[in-house]
């Protein structure tokens, strides 16, 4: 999450890379379904127990909980809270902007994938905004990875569209980013969501990575609480974060936990998905 790696890539063969399909549909799944209950009066901790009864009953196990000592299935983030949110008693309210965050281990294979919902109507055009642009701002690094050479051409994308759509009215999560991801949840490389000094390892087919920006309304001061995780930001404005997890193939993109595999959403960017594993 933090920090900058050098270690070896995994690239995965095309077998694992259909695993990890399936563990990224089941991640789909779980999201949609999140995505219904969500609801004024609902409480974090239900959507949470929603999340691990659907990831167990298909015989598949959270990679969140117990990660590092988390305690919860899926983050929850709600408001100025920008990412590793804990699921609690709190009951959402109309109006909220609510982050889930989570993933699921399918035959030893990874998925992690996040996605911001707005409960019931939103109050201020600004979180509207926020989610449809931190949501856009993924495909437009997503989309790069298409014909990226190295993997910093990713933030060097995203960080290009949020200049342009938002100018200086959202900032970034600066220190945290996306990931490869495999035969684990978090391995090199570091996906950033902004220009670095290195341009990072070179795309090659088998990569698989997790592209996951994060805005924050005005200055994206943050600090993180006493309970080692929650970040929330410190001048108060609310945050998004989305995420998809996706493989780099001979034949091009897969998004693992889309739906139709990115297809309709790469097809508006003019790039056509690689076929579905699952489908070969």
């Known amino acids: 999450m933090r920090g900058l790696r050098r270690e070896r890539v995994e690239l995965k063969t095309p077998e694992q890379i259909a695993l990890m399909r399936r563990s990224g549909l089941l991640l789909h799944r779980v999201h949609d379904a999140l995505e219904e209950a969500i609801r004024p009066g609902v409480t974090t901790k239900e959507l949470d127990q929603l999340a691990e009864r659907m990831i167990r009953d298909a015989g598949a196990t959270s990679n969140f909980k117990g990660y590092m000592g988390y305690p919860a299935t899926v983050c929850i ?20 902007v609510v982050s889930i965050d989570g993933g699921c281990i399918v035959e030893g294979w990874h998925s992690d994938a996040a996605r911001t919902h707005i409960v019931g109507s939103p109050r201020r055009q600004a979180d509207v905004d926020l989610v449809q642009i931190t949501e856009q701002a993924l495909w437009a690094g997503i989309a790069a990875l298409a014909t990226a050479q190295r993997v910093g051409d990713v933030g060097a994308a995203i960080e290009d569209f949020v200049t342009e759509a938002a100018g200086e009215t959202l900032s970034h999560l600066e220190d945290f980013g996306g990931h490869g991801i495999g035969s684990a949840m978090h391995q090199p490389p570091d996906v950033m969501n902004y220009r670095t000094r290195s341009r990072g390892p070179r795309v090659r087919p088998g990569m698989c990575v997790a592209i996951e920006p994060m805005l924050i309304q005005g200055p994206g001061g943050y600090r993180i609480e006493a309970d080692d995780w929650t970040v929330r930001t410190t001048g108060g404005g609310r945050a998004a974060h989305w995420e998809h997890s996706v493989a780099v193939t001979a034949q091009g993109l897969v998004v693992l936990t889309a739906a139709d595999g990115g297809a309709a959403r790469l097809a508006e960017l003019g790039i056509t998905a690689a076929p579905d594993p699952l489908q070969g």
């Open 77 to 96: 983030s709600v408001n100025d809270v920008v990412v590793h949110g804990i699921p609690d008693d709190q009951a959402l309210a109309e109006g909220d």
